[in-house]
């Protein structure tokens, strides 16, 4: 598509977007009495409006209805997690079986290293990439040291090369095949939280497996942004989070998946509790854990009802909406951001990959000088994207909220600042 930077473009492609009206589901934050450019779902995704009913629902059974809540309630919560997993599972690509909704991310991804990081004299190392979410760092550093390793020697860090900002897949899969003897788990992020790039983990997923490793990823910044289809992939395990562009609230509940092939195998290492023991006997209370079948087998506790209500409500939103038919748009969303910011290109540098396929709808933006101070100014006209250390602006343009419009106006903003502050 040709590009025009006007607000009559703008609104024509808004016209003719067929997603358009599912911005009205989300509350919108106001600046000045006019909605905001919200630029940060990759962070925290606004709030659906269906949410404040969903949890409403569950405070009245438990109002009504107490402990009963759990067997007599409208959504009984002894099987709260299986009102999730389809809708769940259309988001990752996934079998119902394969997916469980239960803790938060970090918890979830270390319970997924217990069973499949199984480190043995040669073949002990965890491959992931460099500059990878803090919180995955801090995970596979512990993952070493519990089974007695150096992460200096026990991990891979996979950086770009030389000037360059991203990694190249070619680059990813030649370091699979350098370190196969002693390779055990490719662990990384679905897409990098800092760069924007989107990894191939189809390509990266059939390398490991190539070589006798396992492949795991952190879907936090890619659930929800982009199709995944995990299943078909053979990845082994992935977890994410809800609260970015699932929009499920603050510090809400994660999702865990577990490929079909691992499922049902008693006898894989795992942490058990008694919410993954078999649903049919879990009250009778005896000793000898039996795992349910599928992902659900991975359960510790009981259900986080209310963030689950939250999540529940957002997933019915994306099976309308369509996945597919979400990351149609936000390609073009995305591409119009792109094309917004390349007129400032003396000014700032877009480091996400520019190839769609390599990128969900975050763009990554170096400014060359005073980067914070352009950020703070953004905010002031109503535009809310987000910063990270040491110098990058991020923006994610979100299709199910923002519009072809929100991306005029930060064109807008820029070229203010540009004109008044140089």
């Not at 890619?222 to 995990?230: H, T």
């Not at 082994?236 to 577990?258: E, H, I, M, Q, R």
């Not at 903003?413 to 502050?421: P, R």
């Amino acid at each position: 598509m040709q590009f025009t930077n006007s607000l009559e473009f703008a609104k024509d492609l808004d016209a003719n977007d067929s997603l358009a009206t599912y911005r009205n589901e989300f509350h919108l934050i106001n600046h000045n009495g006019k909605p905001c450019v919200y630029l940060c779902g990759n962070s925290l995704g606004l709030q659906p409006k269906r949410v404040r009913e969903a949890i409403d629902q569950e405070l009245k059974d438990w109002a009504e209805l107490g402990v009963e809540g759990h067997f007599r309630g409208k959504n009984p919560w002894l099987y709260y997690h299986h009102f999730l997993t389809e809708n769940a599972a259309k988001i990752v690509g996934a079998l119902p079986s394969e997916v469980v909704i239960m803790n938060n991310l970090t918890a979830n991804l270390h319970l997924m290293m217990v069973s499949f990081y199984k480190p043995t004299a040669t073949r002990y190392k965890i491959m992931m990439e460099a500059g990878a979410f803090p919180s995955d760092m801090y995970a596979m550093e512990t993952q070493a040291l519990h089974h007695g390793l150096n992460p200096e020697d026990a991990i891979i860090e996979l950086k770009p090369r030389a000037g360059e900002h991203t990694l190249r897949t070619e680059d990813i899969l030649a370091e699979i095949e350098q370190h196969k003897d002693s390779l055990a788990i490719v662990m990384m992020g679905g897409v990098n939280y800092y760069t924007g790039q989107l990894f191939d983990m189809q390509a990266i997923t059939a390398a490991a497996h190539s070589v006798g490793a396992k492949a795991g990823f952190d879907l936090a910044h890619a659930a929800g942004n982009i199709p995944v289809k995990l299943h078909d992939w053979k990845v082994d395990f992935a977890v994410w989070c809800t609260y970015k562009y699932l929009n499920s609230g603050p510090g809400g509940t994660s999702g865990v998946f577990v490929h079909e092939k691992h499922a049902n195998k008693p006898e894989l290492n795992r942490f058990a509790g008694w919410w993954g023991h078999d649903e049919q006997a879990r009250f009778q209370m005896k000793k000898g854990f039996i795992p349910m079948q599928g992902a659900a087998g991975w359960q510790l506790s009981n259900a986080q009802i209310l963030p689950m209500a939250a999540h529940k409500a957002s997933l019915e939103i994306f099976a309308e909406a369509g996945i597919e038919n979400l990351r149609k748009k936000s390609e073009l969303l995305t591409a119009y951001l792109e094309f917004i910011l390349k007129a400032f290109s003396q000014h700032l540098q877009i480091i996400t990959p520019a190839d769609p396929n390599q990128r969900g709808c975050q763009l990554s933006i170096i400014v060359k000088e005073n980067g914070k101070q352009l950020f703070d100014f953004l905010e002031t006209q109503g535009i809310l994207p987000d910063w990270r250390e040491p110098d990058v602006i991020r923006m994610s343009p979100v299709p199910l909220y923002n519009s072809f419009e929100d991306v005029f106006k930060i064109g807008v903003a820029l070229e203010a600042y540009f004109e008044t502050w140089h």
